[in-house]
């Protein structure tokens, strides 16, 4: 039996406080992430029980128990404490998956200030603009990527302090760079969480989008009361579950669902810090007996790719409930996996701004393979007509993914962006900037985005940010990023060029830029093909027409092109 019990019944009367009731939270209370996640935890008996099982690259394999996790968020907030930061300062992640990530998460919130958890494959352009924006006061950081830092640290005036937790006493630090050693600090068992309440600003997320440069999502603590419920409800999570999020905390999915939604459950989670294969995630499910397991079509569609003999060589049936996020899931990987793993993936949307699952496929409702299900109990949602923002009636008409705000884990604005936050809400409405079509069952079925956004294997990469980072390779004189088709990955990176005279199109100037791209920005941002032209396509007025070339690369109609410049 579910936890959720059926769909229709948590509709009727359903009220957010049943998720307050159960975290024990009544408003006007203090409410912070990271006590609910540890310390409330292990006041409810389960110190004890196992809140995470991490293994990395080399084998490593560590474990922490629901005290351990207390402790070392204690001892990370007093040693950010002693060096003077404070409730609202930023604090920047940028870490593998490594039990410090996870764990500098609580001490960060425990002191009242706000993460801003940023993917450690960023390059340094990406880093310095995230940094910049959010005026970061402190970077947590491994070795290996200080390089990075130290490339940009001189243009963050903010920036005052760099803590690396795996120091290499041999090497030599820079300004502003000290080490932090959580296996050799003295634990700290008493500690003054900050009295944060519910407004309190707790997690800086940064999103892209189609124009200018990315923006911080601003979260706060009382999110939890969304992540919280829908981890019960729709991940159906379990007190026995072994858990398995595959996403990284720079992404939403990780912080919403890899940290706050199961250890404010007292779930037990486990982390695999490697690389993909299907070997190494099947043998990790084996050996942890993983029983819940949250991932992405672009992971699924690659272990389709590896077959169905390869399953059979491991002991799978621990596995319970699957669920996906992020992109579109093909109805083909839902079939797959009923077939393969006897359980189908369940289908979730939502998005950074949103915090928490909006749409889904709540365990015990009749799967349509395809669909992204029905909006959880409690946020309205509806498809706008694109021109009036009114509500389609559930006929298959296509229009704009829109919800009634309010719901607890809902963005509070976008950094220092007011006027862009303000142009999210139209109608009383707001506008995720998808678009679906919804059937006569109440079913929502994605259709695509409405921007030029690109949705590589789950991550949204900005066609300005490529197209600006382009320009600052020598040999580009223009450049137009868009969308084209792959196969596993759904969508990659595609940019059109026109050279700077003096420049010759040649295979290794494409390779050249590819991986300049890459070392400034990130692998998911790279061109996978870069196409020179003598002239890309303009309005009039002198505007890249995205549009006829992201129409070129799939093959659609290129639609009114009137505007277009003329020979
Ligand atoms: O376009 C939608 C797509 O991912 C976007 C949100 O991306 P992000 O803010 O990075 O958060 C991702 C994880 C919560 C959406 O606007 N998206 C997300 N889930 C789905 C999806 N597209 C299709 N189907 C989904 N289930």
């Known amino acids: 039996m579910s936890n959720a019990g059926s769909y229709e019944e948590r509709l009727k009367d359903f009220d957010w406080s049943i998720a307050e009731n159960e975290l024990g939270y009544h408003k006007g209370d203090l409410i912070n992430i990271g006590w609910y996640c540890s310390d409330r935890i292990c006041l409810k008996g389960k110190a004890d029980k196992m809140a995470l099982y991490y293994e990395g690259y080399d084998g490593i394999e560590k474990k922490y128990t629901f005290n351990d996790i207390r402790l070392a968020g204690n001892t990370i907030g007093t040693f950010l404490r002693n060096l003077g930061l404070q409730n609202e300062d930023r604090i920047c992640l940028f870490m593998d998956r490594i039990p410090e990530l996870y764990l500098s998460f609580l001490g960060i919130l425990k002191i009242g200030a706000i ?43 903010f920036l005052e302090f760099v803590i690396i937790v795996d120091n290499d006493q041999k090497k030599t630090l820079e300004k502003k760079e000290l080490p932090f050693d959580l296996e050799s600090a003295s634990p700290v068992e008493n500690f003054e969480i900050f009295p944060s309440v519910a407004e309190t600003p707790s997690l800086l997320h940064y999103t892209s989008g189609t124009t200018g440069q990315p923006k911080g999502v601003q979260h706060v603590h009382y999110s939890i009361v969304s992540q919280y419920l829908t981890t019960k409800w729709i991940l159906d999570l379990q007190d026995d579950d072994i858990y398995w999020c595959t996403a990284d905390p720079g992404w939403v999915t990780g912080t919403s669902y890899g940290i706050i939604g199961p250890w404010s459950m007292g779930i037990t989670q486990c982390v695999l810090d490697a690389g993909f294969s299907a070997q190494t995630w099947y043998k990790f499910i084996e050996k942890y007996k993983i029983s819940m397991w949250y991932s992405a079509p672009t992971a699924i569609r690659s272990l389709m790719k590896a077959g169905e003999d390869i399953v059979k060589d491991f002991n799978l049936t621990s596995l ?248």
Request: aromatic letters at 10%; proline letters at 7%; charged letters at 30%.
């Open 115 to 157: 993460v801003q958890p940023l993917f450690s494959a960023f390059g340094d352009e990406s880093l310095f603009v995230r940094l910049e924006d959010a005026q970061t006061r402190a970077i947590i950081t491994q070795r290996k990527h200080l390089p990075k830092v130290r490339k940009i640290i001189d243009k963050l005036p």
């Open 320 to 567: 319970r409930h699957l669920a996906s996020v992020g992109e579109p899931l093909n109805s083909e990987a839902v079939i797959w996996s009923e077939k393969v793993f006897g359980k189908p993936f369940h289908d979730t949307f939502w998005q950074t701004e949103t915090g928490s699952i909006m749409i889904s496929n709540f365990p015990g409702m009749k799967i349509k393979p395809g669909s992204m299900g029905k909006p959880f109990p409690g946020i309205t949602g509806a498809v706008l007509e694109p021109k009036t923002f009114t509500p389609i009636p559930d006929n298959g008409k296509i229009g704009l993914i829109a919800f009634k705000p309010g719901w607890p884990a809902m963005m509070r604005g976008y950094w220092k962006k007011e006027e862009k936050y303000r142009e999210k809400f139209v109608n009383g409405w707001y506008l995720t900037g998808d678009r679906a079509t919804i059937d006569k069952e109440g079913y929502f079925w994605f259709i695509g985005r409405d921007d030029d956004v690109i949705n590589t294997g789950g991550h949204l990469v900005s066609p300005f940010e490529v197209e600006s980072a382009l320009l600052e390779h020598p040999a580009v004189a223009e450049s137009a990023v868009v969308a084209k088709p792959d196969e596993i990955m759904m969508e990659v990176v595609k940019a059109f060029i026109t050279l700077k005279p003096g420049f010759e199109s040649h295979p290794d100037l494409e390779l050249e830029i590819m991986n300049f791209i890459r070392k400034k920005l990130s692998s998911m941002a790279m061109p996978q093909e870069i196409e020179y032209m003598d002239k890309l396509p303009k309005t009039r007025s002198g505007k890249i027409m995205r549009r006829v070339l992201h129409a070129k690369e799939w093959g659609e109609e290129i639609g009114d092109i009137s505007t277009l410049e003329d020979d």
